[in-house]
């Protein structure tokens, strides 16, 4: 697990790369997620991350996403592994079409230690099960 | 453009509601009604869109199966894993993880590994702002 901020965009984004797993951990990806506090819920992925993982074939019930706006839009979601400095939390997984970002939500932030300080260009997660 | 077109069977609560917010923004429902489109374009010029309407066929299928049989697994399964797949019940399993090695195998276009007894309505996940608003 590596977190850092990128200059990819301005205003500068909070990432933590991390290892996802399918849960019958014979498919693995690491990527690069951007830290949401907007975002309640664990992950969220592009969909061609999620159909490389076979999450598709791990799913329970569609749940609706709402946004601030007020708009709702039916999200896929699985059961999938994260892996954080060889902790392994698992975790739903989202998807929906058109996302192209991974996302890291508050429900899995809510488990961690996180030093946040951007003006220092410093970012510190620590993993508390 | 400017063409007149008429559209049947428009929700009309709905078109009230666009009609009154379009006012305040000053917009005419035109406008909105190609953004709306725009948007919908948008979702399905995605190059995972195929792959999206596989699942989604396959998903309705499945769906079927698991509202029409999960109450009767309920009183008899609480506790234990289903796996629905190809519009059947796979099995029932004592664990996740048996669950999951059986999806694996057994199904290829979508497939339910359900918790029995844990609530299939659907929840709300907040998302914050959506992006293109950013």
Known sequence: MKAYFSNI??????????????????????IDFI????????????LDIYMKLNLHLFEGVK????????MTIK???SRAILDLNGIRIPCNVYTYLGVFRSLLG???LEKMEM??????????LKVDL | MGKLIAVKNIDRDLYKR???IASLEERTIGSIVNEALRLWLSLRADRMYDYWLGIEDA??????????KYGELCEKYEGKYLVICNAKVIGIFDSFREAVLNAGKKCFRHAFVIKIGERIEEEEVELGFPVEFI
């Not at chain 1, 205003?11 to 797993?21: D, E, G, M, S």
């Not at chain 1, 830290?35 to 592009?46: K, M, V």
């Not at chain 1, 749940?63 to 007020?70: D, H, L, M, Q, R």
């Open chain 1, 63 to 70: 749940k609706a996403g709402k946004f601030i706006t007020g």
């Open chain 2, 59 to 68: 998903y309705k299928d499945d769906y079927r199966v698991l509202v029409e």
């Open chain 1, 75 to 77: 999200l896929r979601v």
């Open chain 1, 9 to 30: 965009v301005e205003p500068k984004i909070p990432i933590v790369n991390a290892t996802l797993y399918n849960p019958l951990l014979d498919k693995k990806v690491s």
């Open chain 1, 115 to 124: 030093i946040y300080s951007p003006k220092q260009n410093k970012i510190d």
């Open chain 1, 106 to 108: 508050r429900k899995l």
């Open chain 2, 18 to 20: 666009i009609k009154a």
């Open chain 1, 35 to 46: 830290i949401d506090t907007g975002f309640a819920g664990e992950i969220i992925i592009p």
